[in-house]
Protein backbone atom coordinates (compact mmCIF):
# COMPACT_ATOMS: atom_id res chain seq x y z
CA UNK A 1 0.00 0.00 0.00
CA UNK A 2 2.66 2.51 0.70
CA UNK A 3 4.58 1.92 -2.87
CA UNK A 4 0.90 2.61 -4.07
CA UNK A 5 0.43 5.93 -2.63
CA UNK A 6 4.13 6.77 -2.99
CA UNK A 7 3.21 6.53 -7.07
CA UNK A 8 -0.18 8.48 -6.34
CA UNK A 9 1.85 10.83 -4.69
CA UNK A 10 4.44 11.11 -7.58
CA UNK A 11 1.16 11.52 -10.15
CA UNK A 12 -0.14 14.25 -8.24
CA UNK A 13 2.28 16.78 -7.36
CA UNK A 14 4.91 15.84 -10.54
CA UNK A 15 5.49 19.85 -10.50
CA UNK A 16 7.00 19.21 -6.85
CA UNK A 17 8.77 16.30 -7.79
CA UNK A 18 10.09 17.51 -10.82
CA UNK A 19 11.06 20.42 -9.27
CA UNK A 20 13.13 18.68 -6.53
CA UNK A 21 14.56 16.71 -9.60
CA UNK A 22 16.09 19.40 -10.86
CA UNK A 23 17.44 21.06 -7.98
CA UNK A 24 19.25 17.68 -7.04
CA UNK A 25 20.39 16.76 -10.57
CA UNK A 26 20.75 19.44 -13.25
CA UNK A 27 20.80 18.64 -16.74
CA UNK A 28 20.41 15.39 -16.28
CA UNK A 29 16.98 16.03 -15.73
CA UNK A 30 16.59 15.33 -19.28
CA UNK A 31 17.96 11.68 -19.58
CA UNK A 32 15.31 11.02 -16.23
CA UNK A 33 12.91 12.14 -18.40
CA UNK A 34 13.57 11.14 -21.50
CA UNK A 35 14.10 7.21 -19.73
CA UNK A 36 10.96 7.72 -18.15
CA UNK A 37 8.96 8.55 -21.02
CA UNK A 38 11.36 5.34 -23.05
CA UNK A 39 9.72 3.16 -20.73
CA UNK A 40 6.28 4.14 -20.57
CA UNK A 41 5.90 3.63 -24.29
CA UNK A 42 8.54 1.18 -24.83
CA UNK A 43 8.27 -1.53 -21.94
CA UNK A 44 4.68 -2.81 -22.49
CA UNK A 45 4.64 -4.12 -18.54
CA UNK A 46 5.06 -0.37 -17.89
CA UNK A 47 1.67 1.48 -18.82
CA UNK A 48 1.39 3.28 -15.22
CA UNK A 49 4.21 5.91 -15.56
CA UNK A 50 2.91 8.87 -16.00
CA UNK A 51 2.81 10.36 -19.98
CA UNK A 52 0.77 13.40 -20.18
CA UNK A 53 1.34 14.45 -16.82
CA UNK A 54 5.07 14.20 -17.44
CA UNK A 55 5.01 16.19 -20.60
CA UNK A 56 2.76 18.62 -18.99
CA UNK A 57 4.63 19.73 -15.76
CA UNK A 58 7.72 19.45 -17.50
CA UNK A 59 6.75 22.14 -20.22
CA UNK A 60 5.64 24.10 -17.33
CA UNK A 61 9.13 23.76 -15.11
CA UNK A 62 10.66 24.90 -18.03
CA UNK A 63 8.62 28.18 -17.74
CA UNK A 64 9.08 28.79 -14.56
CA UNK A 65 12.44 27.47 -13.33
CA UNK A 66 14.38 28.70 -17.08
CA UNK A 67 16.24 25.72 -16.13
CA UNK A 68 14.85 23.19 -18.94
CA UNK A 69 14.69 24.28 -22.59
CA UNK A 70 11.55 24.02 -23.47
CA UNK A 71 12.61 22.93 -27.40
CA UNK A 72 15.16 20.69 -26.49
CA UNK A 73 12.90 18.75 -24.08
CA UNK A 74 10.59 18.69 -26.89
CA UNK A 75 13.02 16.93 -29.02
CA UNK A 76 14.57 14.74 -26.77
CA UNK A 77 11.21 13.48 -25.60
CA UNK A 78 9.98 12.72 -29.43
CA UNK A 79 13.04 11.05 -29.82
CA UNK A 80 12.18 8.79 -26.19
CA UNK A 81 8.65 8.20 -27.33
CA UNK A 82 10.07 6.81 -31.11
CA UNK A 83 12.16 4.57 -29.64
CA UNK A 84 10.14 2.87 -27.20
CA UNK A 85 6.96 2.26 -30.05
CA UNK A 86 10.05 0.73 -31.80
CA UNK A 87 11.12 -1.33 -28.81
CA UNK A 88 7.77 -2.45 -28.16
CA UNK A 89 6.78 -3.24 -32.26
CA UNK A 90 9.35 -5.71 -32.53
CA UNK A 91 9.43 -7.07 -28.97
CA UNK A 92 5.31 -7.59 -30.17
CA UNK A 93 6.48 -8.65 -33.96
CA UNK A 94 8.59 -11.54 -32.01
CA UNK A 95 5.96 -12.85 -29.97
CA UNK A 96 3.48 -12.66 -32.49
CA UNK A 97 5.68 -14.52 -34.56
CA UNK A 98 5.86 -17.19 -31.47
CA UNK A 99 2.12 -17.21 -31.02
CA UNK A 100 0.96 -18.03 -34.44
CA UNK A 101 3.58 -20.81 -33.85
CA UNK A 102 2.64 -22.00 -30.17
CA UNK A 103 -0.62 -20.90 -29.67
CA UNK A 104 0.04 -19.07 -26.89
CA UNK A 105 3.11 -16.98 -25.18
CA UNK A 106 2.59 -16.13 -22.12
CA UNK A 107 -0.69 -13.99 -21.51
CA UNK A 108 -1.01 -13.55 -25.26
CA UNK A 109 -2.84 -16.11 -27.28
CA UNK A 110 -3.68 -16.54 -31.28
CA UNK A 111 -7.16 -15.49 -30.39
CA UNK A 112 -6.17 -12.42 -28.94
CA UNK A 113 -3.79 -11.85 -32.48
CA UNK A 114 -6.68 -12.58 -35.11
CA UNK A 115 -9.07 -10.25 -32.81
CA UNK A 116 -6.32 -7.77 -33.20
CA UNK A 117 -5.24 -7.91 -36.96
CA UNK A 118 -8.79 -7.93 -37.70
CA UNK A 119 -9.20 -4.35 -35.61
CA UNK A 120 -6.50 -2.73 -37.32
CA UNK A 121 -7.69 -3.78 -40.85
CA UNK A 122 -11.63 -2.27 -39.80
CA UNK A 123 -9.83 1.34 -38.64
CA UNK A 124 -6.40 1.39 -39.74
CA UNK A 125 -3.33 3.40 -38.84
CA UNK A 126 -5.09 6.56 -36.96
CA UNK A 127 -5.72 3.53 -34.27
CA UNK A 128 -1.71 4.05 -33.52
CA UNK A 129 -2.19 7.73 -33.63
CA UNK A 130 -5.46 7.99 -31.31
CA UNK A 131 -3.87 5.83 -28.89
CA UNK A 132 -0.59 8.58 -28.22
CA UNK A 133 -2.89 10.55 -26.17
CA UNK A 134 -4.57 7.73 -23.86
CA UNK A 135 -3.11 5.98 -20.92
CA UNK A 136 -2.06 2.31 -20.88
CA UNK A 137 -3.21 2.36 -24.33
CA UNK A 138 -0.27 4.10 -25.86
CA UNK A 139 1.96 1.53 -24.07
CA UNK A 140 0.41 -1.66 -25.51
CA UNK A 141 -0.92 0.01 -29.07
CA UNK A 142 2.55 -0.77 -30.51
CA UNK A 143 2.96 -4.42 -29.17
CA UNK A 144 -0.10 -4.95 -30.50
CA UNK A 145 0.61 -3.65 -34.02
CA UNK A 146 3.91 -5.55 -33.91
CA UNK A 147 1.92 -8.85 -33.09
CA UNK A 148 -1.00 -8.10 -35.34
CA UNK A 149 1.78 -8.00 -38.09
CA UNK A 150 0.74 -4.27 -39.12
CA UNK A 151 3.25 -3.69 -42.07
CA UNK A 152 6.19 -1.52 -40.47
CA UNK A 153 6.30 1.12 -43.13
CA UNK A 154 2.59 1.97 -42.51
CA UNK A 155 2.87 1.48 -38.91
CA UNK A 156 5.71 3.89 -38.60
CA UNK A 157 4.22 6.99 -40.13
CA UNK A 158 1.44 6.93 -37.92
CA UNK A 159 3.91 6.30 -35.22
CA UNK A 160 5.77 9.82 -35.96
CA UNK A 161 2.67 11.46 -36.72
CA UNK A 162 1.46 10.66 -33.39
CA UNK A 163 4.93 11.52 -31.29
CA UNK A 164 4.60 14.94 -33.18
CA UNK A 165 1.37 15.59 -32.06
CA UNK A 166 0.92 14.44 -28.74
CA UNK A 167 4.81 15.55 -26.90
CA UNK A 168 4.82 19.16 -28.54
CA UNK A 169 0.56 19.58 -27.36
CA UNK A 170 0.97 18.21 -24.02
CA UNK A 171 4.41 20.22 -23.25
CA UNK A 172 3.47 23.48 -24.79
CA UNK A 173 0.56 23.92 -22.82
CA UNK A 174 2.50 23.34 -20.10
CA UNK A 175 4.57 25.86 -21.15
CA UNK A 176 2.06 28.43 -21.70
CA UNK A 177 -0.66 27.53 -18.76
CA UNK A 178 1.26 25.44 -16.42
CA UNK A 179 2.55 28.66 -14.33
CA UNK A 180 -1.43 30.33 -14.42
CA UNK A 181 -1.98 30.99 -10.64
CA UNK A 182 -5.12 28.46 -10.78
CA UNK A 183 -3.53 26.28 -12.31
CA UNK A 184 -0.43 26.50 -10.09
CA UNK A 185 -2.80 26.25 -7.13
CA UNK A 186 -4.95 23.16 -8.30
CA UNK A 187 -1.84 21.16 -9.92
CA UNK A 188 -3.65 18.71 -9.01
CA UNK A 189 -6.83 18.60 -10.24
CA UNK A 190 -5.19 20.14 -13.42
CA UNK A 191 -3.44 16.17 -13.66
CA UNK A 192 -6.92 14.27 -12.64
CA UNK A 193 -8.63 16.76 -15.23
CA UNK A 194 -5.41 15.67 -18.18
CA UNK A 195 -6.29 11.92 -17.31
CA UNK A 196 -9.70 12.58 -17.21
CA UNK A 197 -9.88 13.97 -20.56
CA UNK A 198 -7.57 11.22 -21.68
CA UNK A 199 -9.12 7.75 -20.74
CA UNK A 200 -12.59 9.63 -22.07
CA UNK A 201 -12.14 7.76 -25.16
CA UNK A 202 -11.98 4.50 -23.35
CA UNK A 203 -15.11 5.17 -21.65
CA UNK A 204 -16.90 6.47 -24.45
CA UNK A 205 -16.18 3.19 -26.45
CA UNK A 206 -17.50 0.92 -23.34
CA UNK A 207 -20.17 2.70 -23.11
CA UNK A 208 -21.24 3.00 -26.84
CA UNK A 209 -20.48 -0.76 -27.13
CA UNK A 210 -22.78 -1.49 -24.29
CA UNK A 211 -25.13 0.66 -24.43
CA UNK A 212 -25.66 2.39 -27.76
CA UNK A 213 -24.77 -0.48 -30.19
CA UNK A 214 -27.55 -2.70 -31.71
CA UNK A 215 -26.91 -5.74 -30.83
CA UNK A 216 -27.17 -8.72 -33.68
CA UNK A 217 -30.74 -10.46 -32.77
Not at 141 to 159: D, L, N, Q, T
Not at 170 to 191: A, Q, R, S, W
Not at 200 to 205: C, K, N, R, T, V
Request: net charge neutral.
Amino acid sequence: MEIISQIVDFFLHLDKHLFDIIEEYGTLTYLILFLIVFAETGLVFMPLLPGDSLLFAAGALAASTGALNVWLIIVLLIIAALLGDNVNYFVGKYLGTQIKQRERVLFLKREYLERTEAFYAKHGGKTVIMARFIPIIRTVAPFVAGAGSMEYGKYIGYCIAGALLWVPTLTLLGYFFGNITFVKENFELVIFGIIGLSVLPILWGFIKSKFLTPKAV
